[in-house]
């Protein structure tokens, strides 16, 4: 690729291959899964390593009409690489739906690219600045899970689906889990809901139904099975008395 300057910032999702991103004062070790921002204005080229040639697609924020110029320059003022495999996962899903808006044109369908739009600038803004380094090895992708599963313990998933999505088998995670966390998934996964629970109840009147929600549980009967076995009182009890049941 030769050396090229857009008058707008881009984002550029890596799905395969290796190479680097030069621009002139640095050069960015590119091995996809990886997500580079490029900034306005800033001169770059994109180098394939030989016999791995890189496989991309890219973002140009050239729209004047985009609602939040505060947001783009947060996620895009600065060039960098994102290579958090957790990250890099998300923004790539949304990549997947963008294109799959733009072949279909169903109703709404700019609006519906705009809010995926939106959504990976809000990844990009609260990736660290310094994410420069790649995740390759499944320790480190171990690692990384470990620490966004402190805000995201919510979700709807399973031990296998998280072990695939590592790209690990579902015995390497678990080993690898326990490992350095201490603990299970299930229980660390468990720990993290219950104390996002007794915090909701203590400091918010949220019904006990949306307190469950919130926590990633889609039973409110196992929520309650749960909580009780974990502090035991039911979440009620809890708020109303104030207690602190027992811990475990």
């Not at 680097?20 to 640095?26: H, K, R, S, Y």
């Not at 007794?198 to 099975?225: P, Q």
Request: aromatic share 10%.
């Amino acid at each position: 690729m030769e050396w090229r300057r857009d008058p707008f910032p881009k984002v550029l999702q890596f799905v395969g291959g290796e190479g680097a991103l030069e621009t002139g004062q640095a050069s960015f070790a590119i091995r996809a899964p990886m997500t580079c921002v490029i900034p306005r204005n800033r001169k770059h080229r994109i180098v394939d390593t030989l016999g791995k040639p890189l496989s991309l697609y890219g973002i140009c924020l050239d729209d004047p009409q985009f609602p939040s110029a505060s947001l783009v320059q947060a996620a895009c003022g600065e060039i960098r690489t994102v290579s958090d495999f957790r990250r890099v996962q998300r923004i790539e899903g949304w990549l997947r739906e963008l294109l799959v808006e733009e072949r279909l044109q169903q109703a709404d369908f700019e609006d519906a690219q705009l809010c995926l739009i939106t959504w990976i600038l809000v990844e990009l803004s609260r990736a660290p600045k310094s994410s420069v380094t790649q995740i390759v090895d499944s320790r480190h992708r171990v690692e990384a899970y470990l620490q966004g599963l402190e805000k995201e313990f919510w979700k709807s998933e399973d031990i296998d689906s998280v072990a695939a999505t590592l790209g690990l088998s579902r015995r390497r995670f678990t080993q690898l889990f326990r490992e350095l966390a201490g603990e299970s998934w299930q229980r660390r996964v468990t720990q993290l809901r219950m104390n996002y629970a007794l915090e909701l109840l203590r400091t918010t009147g949220v019904s006990i139904r949306s307190i469950a929600f919130e926590c990633g549980y889609k039973d409110l009967t196992h929520f309650y099975r749960v909580f009780k076995q974990a502090h035991g009182v039911s979440p009620g009890a809890y708020r109303d008395s104030g207690t602190t049941g027992k811990e475990r």
